[in-house]
């Protein structure tokens, strides 16, 4: 039974740096389209960084068409500010989406880094170790916020697989015992 291709969108929002990445799945192989990243650092003011993520995210979806998009949630930390500014950029991503009628899915850091190493407390290296060994990259970008996105897409998918079988994946654990031979 041959399955439709999905296309999951996944965003890591910043407002310094929003990584971004694109996977196709078919008959539950998936395939690298986009990776890549945002540089707003030398954008004057946070209002022209979240209209520049709000028009990236739309061209992305224009572009590709993604069935779905994948989003890091900010994480917890004592800063507010720096919180607020996340949550943001998380936003405007998510309205961009909106906008285009794509649904979407967050996900905190911790369950993105549990369902790509096994580990809620892996570091970003380790996430994308993981993500080059899955995808086959044959280089990781210098900055790793685009696998950050990348991860926020592979997560989603992992977490909504359903096998050929028709049975939904419960986690990695079940998947690696299920998928033997696609683990290196």
């Not at 209209?51 to 061209?59: C, Q």
């Not at 068409?65 to 507010?80: M, Q, T």
């Not at 290296?125 to 210098?142: C, D, F, H, S």
Request: glycine content about 8%; charged content about 20%; hydrophobic content about 45%.
């Amino acid at each position: 039974m041959s399955v439709a291709e999905r296309i999951i969108l996944g965003v890591d929002p910043g407002t310094t740096v929003t990584g971004y990445g694109l996977i196709s799945v078919r008959n539950a192989e998936m395939k690298l389209i986009l990776l890549d990243e945002l540089m707003l650092h030398k954008l004057p003011n946070q209002e022209m960084k979240l209209k520049k993520i709000f028009e990236k995210t739309l061209m992305l979806i224009d572009e590709f068409h993604p069935d779905e998009l994948s989003i890091e949630a900010p994480f917890y930390g004592k800063n507010v500010q720096s919180m607020l500014k996340l949550g943001r950029a998380q936003g405007v991503a998510m309205a961009a989406a909106l906008y285009r009628e794509v649904p979407i899915t967050e996900y905190s850091p911790k369950k993105i880094k549990m369902a790509i190493t096994g580990n809620g407390n892996a570091s970003k290296e380790q996430v994308a170790g993981m993500l080059q060994n899955l995808l086959g990259l044959k280089a990781l970008p210098t900055q790793l916020d685009a696998m950050d996105g990348l991860a926020a897409a592979v997560c989603h998918h992992f977490n909504n697989r359903v096998l050929n079988t028709g049975k939904k994946v419960s986690g990695w654990a079940q998947f690696v015992k299920e998928n033997p031979k696609r683990i290196q």
